[in-house]
């Protein structure tokens, strides 16, 4: 008996020493919340799994063995740290960029809390991806975690997709919403991208490059190296001063994520534990009305749901939101208590023909000032046919908007012309016919801006009254031109409809 008791605890043990169990997984962001993934125990604690039938070991083998950590992380800067996995660069550009980052606390601080909400998300999707947890602080490169970000070069979101980038990754970028902002969305795009980049030239510090620069750019370099026989790391590639700067800025905020101590670097407590979670709309909701069902602000809604363009949500074209995690419970038990009545005050409208805004506004019973203002529709620019636009929604219309306006509906705009009345000498034979001709211009215009029929003739060297463009005008050929006001035409009538006021800048 005592010897089958002493195999008994000498196996136990043994299963103790070479046990690791396995990372809960997190299928999507709304699954339950659970212990975070344990991290790989290091190269030189490596669990060792024997092989063939079991044999009990003596005790001096216990310790010997390294043994997986049953505790996770206690926040998540612990859990970052624990999944580096780069190749440390050490250069004075990076000792340049620790400090400018370790004198503005202010700034380090607005930009730590500010990946409070997202953190979580980026790392779990890195370590299922097994891929090296730096790459979570690369938004602080990017954006500094702002996912309303917008360079100059267009490229928008947490990660700084380009628009061409952005669909080639199946970001979707519409009047209702674009995914290069999106949470989710670009995060999958951000990793599937460096994966790729990865992938094509084997090294992290050159896939990070390439992200910066282009895969092509990068590609050319390391060619024109190998050509003349230098290396082709990163560091011994030319290369812009941005991309020069863009790594080394990436392991100056690791050094100071891995020890803030060393930096006097006051780290926001961020838990090990999701932000947020998804939840499924099953009807079109204004966003203030999904905030007041979730408990939050609307400032807080946007803040997770930042590729929202539009005052309205589509279920047919952005069937999923992310609301804080205990918020998400708040908002489906108030949607179901919900009165059902309207959910939404705003639909969509698709324009029939090119039109002004004015007359998209009188259309759609809007003033045209608000019709610009929920639209972000610029001065002095038409509404081209096909466009979709956002409008009030009547108070018995209970259908939500199909599927492919809510998920393709593009606003597209034209440069509305400017014209100026002028006034030009008719030759020999010239009709109001011919004018209209020669002009592109309306036959029944002109003879409505010059109180003749639209079959009259007019006298050689008679001045005839026109109305064009101001660039046309101001290259009428072989022709007396006389500027007048653009705000009224002949005998105090008005001028056509597609001729605003100008601006300062027009005159």
């Not at 926001?268 to 947020?276: A, D, E, K």
């Not at 492919?404 to 020999?428: F, M």
């Amino acid at each position: 008996m005592k010897l089958l008791h002493a195999a008994v605890l000498s196996t136990s043990l043994w299963l103790a020493a070479c046990a690791t169990p396995p990372a809960p997984s997190f299928e999507t962001p709304a699954a339950a919340a659970a212990p975070a993934p344990q991290a790989k125990p290091a190269a030189s604690a490596a669990a060792v799994i024997p092989t063939g039938p079991l044999t009990p070991i003596a005790p001096a083998d216990i310790s010997s063995q390294g043994v997986t950590l049953l505790q996770p992380p206690a926040d998540l800067w612990e859990r970052i740290r624990r999944g580096f996995a780069m190749p440390d660069l050490q250069s004075d550009l990076v000792r340049q960029h620790e400090q400018w980052y370790a004198t503005r606390p202010d700034y380090m601080q607005r930009m730590t809390e500010r990946s409070s909400k997202y953190l979580f998300h980026i790392v779990e999707e890195l370590e299922r991806r097994n891929m090296p947890t730096e790459l979570a602080l690369l938004p602080f490169i990017e954006s500094a975690f702002n996912p309303q970000a917008v360079s100059s070069a267009r490229a928008a979101g947490m990660w700084q997709f380009m628009p061409a980038t952005g669909r080639d990754f199946e970001l979707k970028q519409n009047v209702f919403r674009d995914d290069r902002r999106d949470v989710l969305a670009s995060t999958r795009a951000a990793l599937d991208y460096l994966t790729r980049l990865h992938n094509m030239f084997g090294d992290w510090h050159l896939a990070l490059a390439a992200y910066n620069w282009g895969e092509g750019s990068v590609g050319r370099a390391i060619a024109r190296n190998q050509k003349t026989g230098l290396g082709t790391s990163y560091t011994d590639l030319s290369m812009p001063a941005e991309t020069r700067n863009y790594v080394p800025k990436l392991q100056a905020v690791k050094n100071i994520i891995a020890n803030p101590d060393s930096f006097r670097a006051e780290l926001p407590v961020i838990g090990n534990h999701p932000y947020f979670q998804t939840v499924t709309l099953t009807r079109d909701m204004d966003v203030e009305l999904v905030a007041r069902l979730a408990d939050v602000s609307v400032e807080d809604f946007k803040a997770l749901n930042p590729s929202m363009k539009r005052p309205v949500i589509l279920a047919n074209g952005t069937p999923q939101i992310l609301l804080p995690w205990d918020n998400a419970t708040v908002f489906r038990r108030n949607f179901e208590a919900h009165d059902a009545g309207q959910f939404a005050s705003w639909t969509a409208w698709s324009a029939p023909s090119t039109m002004s805004v004015a007359e998209a506004a009188r259309r759609v019973g809007m003033s045209e000032s608000d019709l610009r203002s929920v639209n972000t529709i610029p001065p002095r620019m038409l509404i081209k046919a096909g466009s979709v636009l956002i409008v009030p929604r009547g108070a018995k219309m209970n259908r939500d908007v199909a599927d492919h306006i809510a998920d393709n509906g593009q606003l597209n705009l034209a440069p509305e012309q400017v014209t100026r009345r002028t006034t030009v000498k008719a030759g020999k034979r010239d009709t109001v016919q011919s004018i209209a001709r020669r002009y592109r211009l309306n036959a029944a215009q002109v003879a409505d801006w010059n109180d003749v029929g639209a079959s009259a003739a007019f006298k050689p060297g008679q001045r005839v009254v026109v109305y064009l463009p101001v660039r046309s005008a101001a290259r009428v050929p072989g022709r007396m031109v006389h500027k007048a006001s653009t705000a009224k035409g002949r005998k105090g009538k008005a001028a056509p409809q597609r001729r605003p006021a100008r601006s300062k800048r027009a005159r």
